[in-house]
């Protein structure tokens, strides 16, 4: 069992903090946050009929400062951007009361803001004192490890879940209610449980079957229970032990969708060429020269499918960054071949032997 395959499809008690330093670097594909939102709740809450309201007032989102509540942040989201592999992304759900704060530590850890996604509640909580608009959304942040991540997103596959329509950032979405919401004696478990719907939004959107999910609080196990039906991997981490028993439990009874159907076919992925493999089928020749686009640079073909420019060798991607300055850059569109007078993009040749050579496109590693 691998280093990290100890922690997998586990939800462990404990500080997520110390937890987290556990696992190894770069080793989680997808982080979701859902961390305390520091509610700041002086007195209680009624209803005009003068009964109760059952808000949020645990003891683990009490924090007696800004100061506080920043260092607590700050500290999980750097274990959070350690162990995020460089391609990955994380969400980070919040309310106005802590958003803004976990957004500016974000980019001051340098992760790199993809969107901010409104969660409007179809049948949000009135204000029932009538002093201030009635607060009917959540944000969550979209973020890559840096701003050079290539992060992972299935735009074809939320616009078919869309019904054809371009997935945008409001996802109107009604509370967690009904059964799914876990109740003990009649009283819900979990003051924030998030509902499923939610959940399934943002795996789906930004991870692949078999990735490893993480949740530094799990809370009531939503994160855990959607990722295991959506044939994820997940880890959780909670330190309240009633919260852990229940999430245990529900994604215990919670089914998983049968492989064959979780491929995202949509997303019509080719299969991994690599540049060697054009040497082998002789659709590019050892010692022959590609070209830039407009012939203003080139390089020579090795044996081992690196090219050599300016007595420097690397991968077609290398030296096409090397050449434009920059930390990466795709080959694949950059060089050229020259055929009967004429520039040929190493991308058609790829695509000659994928018609050629490959019957199927359904294969489990892809590449660029």
Known sequence: MSEIGKYTNKIIQGDCINLMKDLPDNSVDLVFADPPYNLQLEDELYRPNQTKVDAVNDDWDDFSSFKEYDYFTKNWLEECKRILKNDGSIWVIGSYHNIFRVGKLMQDLGFWILNDILWIKTNPMPNFKGTRFNNAHETLIWASKNKDSAYNFHYKSMKAFNTGKQMRSDWYIPLCNGKERLKVN??????????????????????????????????????????????????????????????????????????????????????????????????????????????????????DGSLIWKNKAGSIHGISAEILNKKRNNGWYFWHVERDDELICINDLREKYREKYIDQYNETIYGI
């Open 186 to 303: 009649g009283e819900k478990l979990h003051s924030t449980q998030k509902p499923e719907d939610l959940l399934y939004r943002v795996i789906l959107s930004s991870s692949d079957k078999g990735d490893i999910v993480l949740d530094p609080f799990m809370g009531s196990g939503t994160t855990g229970a959607v990722a295991k039906r959506l044939g994820r991997k997940y880890i959780g981490f909670e330190k309240e032990e009633k919260y852990v028993q229940a999430a245990r439990e529900r994604i215990d009874n919670t089914k998983a969708i049968h492989q064959k159907h979780l491929s995202n076919p949509i997303e019509n992925r080719k299969p991994r060429v690599p540049f060697g493999n054009l040497i082998t089928k002789g659709l590019i020749d050892v010692g022959e020269k590609v070209y830039s686009k407009n012939k203003k640079y080139s390089a020579e073909v090795s044996s």
